[in-house]
Every structure is written in C-alpha cells, then in structure tokens.
C-alpha cells in the first residue's frame, strides 16, 4: 500500500488550514495513496508559534474547529482514502487540551485518537494536558501506531510498538531538525518498521517530511522549500530491499530481547 508524509503550510488561521489539509487529502489520493499524515497542529495551529500562549487555548474557536474537522471526514469518504490530522483537541472547560493525532478512515469515519504521552517541559506548563494510551489501527492488512514530537527520544516507544507488531509508525511534529531525523532514522533501523515523519512547510530547511524504510535508510522526502508537499512511499513486506531488515533482523532481535535464545540460565 502507498502512503504519504505531508509537509503543510500551518497558519493562525483554522479555516485556511483546513483548506491545505483537504487540499493535500485529495492530492494524494489521487496518487494512489491509501493513508497520509500531517504534523502536530497541523489543524489548530501549535503552541508558541500559531498560538502566542496557554490563555489563547480559551479563545480558539472550537466550534469552526470541529466544522473543519467534518470537513476532512467528508473530505477522506469522498476520495476514498485514510488521514491522521494533528490537531489540539479540548477537553472540560479551563483544561489544557489534548496534543492529538485524529485518525479518519476511508468512509469519513473517525475511528481513533492518539494524545500525545510525553510533553515536553514547557508543554506542561498549561499548554496541554498528557495522553495515556498507545494507539494502533489496520489500512489494508498494515498496523499503524502513532508517536509526536519529542516522544523521538524515548526509545521505548518505538520498542512498544515492535512488540504491537506494527509495520509503520506516523511521526507527527512541529519540525523534524538535524537530531529528530537522526533518531527517526536509528529507531526506523533498530525497529526494523516504516516511519513516517510530517512536519510543517515552515521548517522544512531544517528538516523535511518523509518516509523511512525499515532498514534505516531514507525511502522519499520532500524539498525543504516552504510550501505544501507530499512524500511518498510503498509499503511492501516482499520488497527485497527490506528482506533482512524484516524477515530476518526483525524477527531474530525479538528472541534475542526475550532472552532465550542465549540459554543465560544454563550457561551459569
């Protein structure tokens, strides 16, 4: 199956970025792609760039936020196609909203939600509040898991999802710089899983989005100019490129972090 990164131009504006998403929804689809992702606030804007502080929370329009919303479900039924959409999403009034990934599938549908787990230290401070469970969804018999931001330096996370036996992680962030596409890289590589990184057209000279094969390497990304692009890639278990990683590395690291194959008891 085919799927894209997208690298989408975030504003203060809901309305305009709705507009880009559903724009890129449909460009994509008309590729061939089954599924594609979009950065942390892609929709809502993210914190200290779109939105200047923790009390503007209280003034975003959450009302046209959810129109947009039914326009991207409406959006993913009409082309037949899955979209993870990084947005804030409000929890009771006066609380810090969730930093989330919303998962629409091909009927418009919008089947899951992954909130951000580990936020930064300014995040703490008001901006959001903590989400709790890993997330994990099937497009055509490949099991997606979900991860954003500065959740790139717990390898653990990555390590969870290898044991969900998920096939490719949607990375979502607000800038994918020098470091992030290094570990992006490793955790691709030592996980032996597909990632896909999103991230805004405004830090593309920093860091474009893109795709990362399991063997570690870079299978597409875009241009690091600032405007709306796709990466893309096919995801192909049968790929020989990926053999070793998949059918052999993947596997034989899962015994060798269980223990047994080494014997320890019988040796000491």
Not at 111 to 116: A, F, V
Request: glycine fraction near 6%; include cysteine; aromatic fraction near 10%.
């Amino acid at each position: 199956m085919k799927i894209a990164a997208a690298q989408s131009i975030v504003s203060a504006d809901i309305r305009e970025n709705g507009k880009t998403i559903r724009s890129l929804i449909q460009e994509a689809a008309e590729q061939g792609v089954r599924l594609i992702n979009f950065c942390e606030g892609a929709l809502s804007g993210y914190s200290k760039a779109q939105v200047t502080s923790p009390e503007d929370w209280q003034k975003l329009d959450w009302t046209l936020l959810e129109q947009e919303l039914d326009e991207i479900s409406d959006c993913c039924k009409t082309h037949s196609i899955f979209a993870v959409v990084g947005s804030a999403y409000p929890l009771l009034p006066h609380r810090a909203p969730l930093n989330s990934q919303l998962i629409f599938n091909d009927n418009g549908e919008l089947i899951g939600r992954y909130d951000k787990r580990y936020l930064s230290n300014s995040e703490l401070n008001g901006w959001f509040t903590p989400g709790k469970d890993a997330m994990t969804f099937e497009v055509d018999e490949f099991r997606f898991g979900c991860l954003t931001c500065i959740e790139v330096q717990f390898p653990e996370l990555f390590m969870e999802y290898e044991r969900e036996n998920v096939d490719a992680i949607l990375f979502s962030s607000y800038g994918i710089r020098n470091f992030f596409q290094i570990a992006l890289r490793a955790h691709a590589g030592f996980n032996c899983l597909w990632i896909s990184g999103a991230t805004p057209a405004q830090t593309a000279n920093e860091g474009p989005a893109g795709i990362i094969g399991p063997n570690g390497k870079l299978v597409s990304h875009c241009a690091t100019q600032q405007v709306n692009a796709l990466a893309t890639a096919t995801l192909d278990r049968n790929d020989p490129a990926f053999h070793e990683a998949l059918h052999l590395a993947r596997p034989w690291r899962r015994k060798a972090r269980e223990g047994a194959i080494y014997n320890i008891s019988e040796a000491r």
